[in-house]
């Protein structure tokens, strides 16, 4: 079963608002997670690391201001899309690494977001 | 700068064959690690192996099989005896040890595998 889960799995949002999308681990502690965004038929690209308890540190090229993210708790990360933009439309997915014994990287099931 | 070069871009068999994905890397460092994830149409990722750099070792699990050469900097994929459940989309991917075995991934492209009945 998954053990990092993502919610909501699709949402449509109108132009200018904001959305919330979240990322849980779900049996284990990430005090590291990742957000990435992936294009229609393309490769995913890493917008960010998200630090638990920290500053998430953000790739070259992303708008740390139009893609905030917070990594309040050990197994939460949430990645908020603020004024979004129909450009903004994309499949967002996070990642956690596990720990022992699930040592290695787990992807949620990844958010659809349409911005119209 | 590490990169991942998946040259094979989409790949169409019929079931019961043998297919290999090619993922080429390159990286400056001598420790990293190295990924394949299976993406179907729904969109998840699905962790299929890691494999570390001083790991050469051929892995075989089931149906699929890992062929690691360091000398051709070369990590590529096979499955035999495909099924229409292995469509999907495939991503190598490379993370460097100084940043932690589970740390942020560099993909490549991806390989858009198709099994017809």
């Known amino acids: 079963g998954a053990v990092v889960s993502q919610h909501p799995s699709r949402v449509i949002c109108k132009s200018g608002t904001s959305v919330k999308i979240e990322c849980r681990s779900l049996d284990f502690q990430a005090t590291t997670m990742f957000w990435y965004r992936q294009f229609p038929k393309q490769s995913l690209m890493l917008m960010a690391t998200s630090n638990e308890g920290s500053k998430a540190t953000y790739e070259q090229g992303v708008e740390k201001d139009k893609f905030l993210i917070n990594h309040a708790s050990l197994t939460l990360s949430t990645l908020t899309v603020t004024s979004a933009h129909p450009e903004d439309s994309s499949f967002y997915i996070c990642?956690?690494?596990?720990?022992?014994?699930?040592?290695?990287?787990?992807f949620g099931e990844g958010s659809w977001l349409t911005v119209v | 700068a590490q990169k991942v070069t998946q040259a094979q871009t989409e790949i169409s068999v019929v079931e019961k064959e043998d297919v290999t994905l090619d993922c080429v890397y390159e990286?400056?460092?001598?420790?990293?690690?190295l990924f394949w994830y299976k993406q179907p149409p729904s969109g998840e990722l699905v962790f299929l192996i890691r494999?570390?750099?001083?790991?050469?070792q051929n892995e075989i699990s089931g149906r699929y099989s890992w062929n690691f050469q360091k000398s051709t900097s070369s990590f590529n994929f096979t499955i035999t005896a495909s099924q229409v459940v292995d469509s999907a989309v495939y991503f190598c991917?490379?993370?460097?040890?100084?940043?932690?075995?589970?740390?942020?991934?560099?993909f490549g492209k991806g390989i858009t595998l198709s099994v017809r009945p």
């Open positions: 991917a490379l993370s460097e040890a100084n940043t932690g075995a589970n740390s942020k991934l560099t």
């Open positions: 494999r570390n750099s001083f790991d050469e």
């Open positions: 990642s956690a690494a596990g720990t022992l014994p699930r040592d290695t990287i787990y």
């Open positions: 990286t400056r460092d001598t420790t990293y690690y």
